[in-house]
């Protein structure tokens, strides 16, 4: 199994990455980080790692940004699965395990992707949702409607997949439309391979106000770049789908305005999510969602710190018995 990590100006969260990595219960594996031309104390980092761990390869390439930055471990890759991890996130150490595990179930399936949980810069929980994706099999309409994976930190892929869809698409960062390089790659994986799901909360994904997803106006125009590439013949069946899609992403950068502290373009954005889509997102619970992210910046703001209280190290990744219940009365 090949990890594939891209590092940019890492230095102060890629110790802690790696050592997740190294921690797995999985042993096997190898573990390709890219510096994609960090001016920072990345290599040094990375090379002193090494130095006690065979299995860490690094490659240098001048800054090409973090789709080429994959692609380009993606070439070098010697494993039969490959495992993306940004280099400020955190893994559970039975993640691959787990997700292996979990493929022996459904052979055919060559992407098996978890839960995450959103951490602080002291990886710290901020927030579980509860409301978890069930999604498994072929999944493309239901991931056309929101990237239900949520970052590039938690699917287990299998390389021939990967390599024959064409890994990661550099096109969005030329049209300076960084941003759903993720999702774009997921669709064109779910239009050859099924899915599956490993139910855990496997993944910390760290949220920071320097984020690539802090960008609005970026996230929005690559959002639109990559709808806008997707097949007549996989969007004339349900014709309200793009649609929805643009209201479901408006809502999740309206969130994350919100969480970052303006107010006014979350407005903004909610509106627009409504006025796309106004029966899907106000049977939503939006409100509810609103009130919890008030009430946490408010927190955060008086206490000058984040609201969580648990370390991802000491998180139980099963799901709750709360949320198990919610399941299955969904189910019924």
């Known amino acids: ?12 969260t ?38 006690s761990d065979s299995r860490v390869r690094l490659i240098r390439q001048a800054n090409a940004g973090v789709a080429a930055a994959r692609n380009r471990a993606l070439l070098e890759a010697r494993g039969d699965w490959i495992a993306p991890l940004d280099a400020d996130d955190l893994w559970h150490p039975q993640k691959l ?20 949980v959103d951490i ?17 099999g072929w999944v493309y309409d239901e991931l056309l409607l929101d990237n239900f994976l949520s970052n590039s930190s938690s699917p287990l892929i299998r390389v021939e997949d990967a390599r024959s869809v064409g890994g990661w698409d550099t096109a969005l960062r030329d049209a300076n439309a960084q941003g759903c390089e993720d999702w774009d790659f997921y669709l064109r994986l779910a239009r050859v391979t099924p899915f599956q799901l490993e139910p855990g909360f496997l993944v910390g994904y760290r949220q920071s106000d320097t984020a690539m997803s802090r960008d609005i106006r970026r ?6 770049l990559v709808m ?21 992403n408006s809502l999740y950068l309206g969130k994350l305005a919100l969480a970052s502290g303006r ?17 899907l997102i106000l049977t939503r619970p939006v409100l509810r969602d609103l009130k919890t992210l008030v009430l946490s910046r408010a927190r955060c703001s008086s206490a000058g710190q984040s609201r969580g209280d648990i370390m991802f190290a000491d998180l139980d990744p099963n799901l709750p018995a709360m949320a198990r219940n919610i399941i299955a009365l969904r189910g019924a």
């Open 1 to 12: 199994m090949s990890v594939i990590l891209p590092a940019y100006n890492a230095q102060t």
């Open 14 to 51: 890629l110790g802690a990455t790696l050592a997740s990595v190294q921690a797995q219960t999985h042993e096997n594996l190898e573990i390709i980080v890219v510096d994609d031309g960090s001016t920072d104390t990345t290599h040094d980092l990375v090379v002193a790692v090494q130095a």
């Open 97 to 116: 395990a787990r997700q292996l595990s979990r493929l022996t179930l459904n052979p055919s399936a060559g992407v098996c992707y978890c839960w995450s």
């Open 120 to 136: 602080d810069m002291a990886s710290r929980v901020t927030e579980r949702r509860l409301l978890v994706p069930l999604f498994e």
């Open 219 to 224: 996230m929005r125009r690559s959002h639109a």
């Open 228 to 248: 806008a590439r997707q097949p007549a013949s996989c969007t004339e069946s349900c014709p309200h789908a793009l649609r929805r899609s643009v209201a479901l």
């Open 263 to 279: 107010p006014f373009a979350a407005i903004a954005l909610f509106l627009e999510a409504v006025a796309h889509a106004p029966r």
